[in-house]
């Protein structure tokens, strides 16, 4: 006999037996089922076995803050762990699925299974969609900085399963869950880290040529959609901004991490020549105008990497460190005479 457990905007009811959970589907079938031998979380009204009373629910109200077009995501629990190198830790239920980028995996339960996918895994496989549209999704990705593949993380088990995802570089893991944000979020390239199942990782393209040029993230950037949860993952320190109608905040080009839709991004020049050539901020600044969210970083990953590409040894030799007075006969003195 199956156990069934039913799931309502988030809320698990279960197990069923066979009989309740066909009175279950008869009396609420918006919402989706699992049973043990399902590779996911179907919709109710989708199994055979749970009778014709299983009628499907209407269609989502024109304002849904689900993007169209993209299924429902799966409801995960989640944990940031960490203050400087920080990793989330997502528990999983029953089917559910987590995906994540190559090589973000730090550990995971043995009853968690790993695929690799063409593209984000933001469609059920078998769901629609040829193998054009995945060779066009995976496209998608590499033209934003990600690889070819998804790798998606499916709890087999019973009980709950963990699964945990690193970040690349020293930061933090930003969790936003997408149905709060208008079902969209422009980030900058790389910035995805891991996710529900049916959340889309699609292109950003700057209409504008000088913010394409000189915005610090060139013409292409991500587009997240979905109504799940994403974890973003950005340099140092990350802060979140409000802005209003027409309100308009001057930013470093390489720290904006992300922002709604609905904020125009655009650049300026950082004031006169002097400014220009002797500021240090280089030439120009993004402009972010509301109505919207933004979120900036403090620390870019460029700006991180020029600062230890200065600092380290130009010939190749053990330093003694900045401001070191032995200096080059310190390097002689450790036996490092190579010139």
């Given at each position: 006999m199956s156990q069934w457990y039913f799931s309502y905007q988030g809320e698990r009811t279960g197990p069923f037996e066979d009989e309740q959970a066909r009175a279950q589907a008869a009396s609420n079938s918006n919402g989706h089922v699992w049973r043990?031998?399902?590779?996911?979380?179907?919709?109710?009204?989708?199994?055979?076995?749970?009778?014709?009373?299983?009628?499907?629910?209407?269609?989502?109200?024109?304002n849904s803050s689900s993007a169209p077009g993209l299924r429902r995501s799966d409801e995960i629990d989640f944990r940031i762990v960490g203050?400087?190198?920080?990793?989330?830790?997502?528990?999983?239920?029953?089917?559910?699925?987590?995906?994540?980028?190559a090589g973000a995996l730090m550990m995971k339960d043995a009853s968690v299974r790993m695929d690799t996918v063409f593209g984000d895994g933001s469609a059920a496989e078998g769901a629609g969609g040829g193998f054009m549209d995945k060779v066009l999704s995976a496209g998608k990705r590499?033209?934003?900085?990600?690889?070819?593949?998804?790798?998606?993380?499916?709890?087999?088990?019973?009980?709950?399963?963990?699964?945990?995802?690193?970040?690349?570089?020293p930061g933090t893991v930003l969790p936003i869950k997408?149905?709060?944000?208008?079902?969209?979020?422009?980030?900058?390239?790389?910035?995805?880290?891991?996710g529900a199942r049916g959340v889309s990782v699609g292109i950003h393209?700057?209409?504008?040529?000088?913010?394409?040029?000189?915005?610090?993230?060139?013409?292409?950037?991500?587009k997240l959609e979905g109504d799940g949860w994403v974890f973003v993952h950005?340099?140092?320190?990350?802060?979140?901004?409000?802005?209003?109608?027409?309100?308009?905040?001057?930013?470093?080009?390489?720290?904006?991490?992300?922002?709604?839709?609905?904020?125009d991004m655009d650049v300026r020049p950082v004031g006169g020549?002097?400014?220009?050539?002797?500021g240090g901020e280089g030439v120009f600044l993004a402009t972010l105008t509301g109505p919207g969210k933004v979120w900036l970083q403090s620390l870019p990953f460029s700006r991180m990497a020029g600062r230890m590409l200065a600092a380290a040894p130009q010939t190749g030799g053990r330093d003694r460190g900045e401001g070191s007075v032995l200096g080059g006969f310190g390097n002689l003195l450790g036996g490092d005479n190579r010139f």
């Open positions: 043990d031998g399902f590779a996911e979380w179907l919709p109710i009204h989708s199994v055979p076995e749970l009778g014709a009373a299983a009628t499907p629910p209407p269609p989502p109200a024109p203050e400087d190198m920080q990793f989330v830790e997502i528990e999983l239920d029953p089917g559910e699925t987590a995906i994540a980028e590499v033209v934003t900085g990600e690889s070819l593949f998804t790798t998606m993380f499916t709890h087999e088990g019973q009980g709950k399963a963990h699964v945990s995802f690193a970040a690349p570089f997408l149905s709060d944000h208008g079902g969209r979020l422009i980030c900058q390239k790389d910035s995805f880290l891991a393209f700057q209409r504008k040529v000088m913010t394409g040029l000189f915005g610090g993230e060139g013409f292409i950037m991500q950005g340099g140092g320190t990350m802060v979140e901004r409000e802005l209003g109608a027409g309100e308009r905040i001057d930013v470093d080009t390489g720290c904006v991490m992300a922002y709604h839709d609905t904020v020549v002097k400014s220009m050539f002797f």
